[in-house]
């Protein structure tokens, strides 16, 4: 016979699947995306920004600076 499921059943199910996976999830993404990859023989070493990430938001907080000084100041 064929088992039906609730909702919440599935919710629950889904979500101690992506639990199990720590390597998956939007914050896992966004880090990958700013930090340096991790240093696999040293854990504790401090994951740097990656230099194109600090170039965007210099150039923004920049372009943002210029926007704000030249139409309100």
Avoid at 5 to 15: G, S
Avoid at 32 to 59: H, Q, Y
């Amino acid at each position: 016979m064929v088992k039906q499921l609730t909702v919440a059943k599935v919710h629950n199910a889904l979500e101690a699947k992506l639990r199990a996976r720590p390597d998956l999830g939007l914050w896992k993404a966004f880090v990958a995306l700013v930090l340096e990859p991790p240093n696999p023989f040293d854990r504790r070493a401090r994951r740097w920004p990656k230099k194109e990430f600090v170039g965007v938001i210099i150039l923004v907080t920049a372009g943002a600076y210029v926007f704000l000084y030249f139409n309100f100041l």
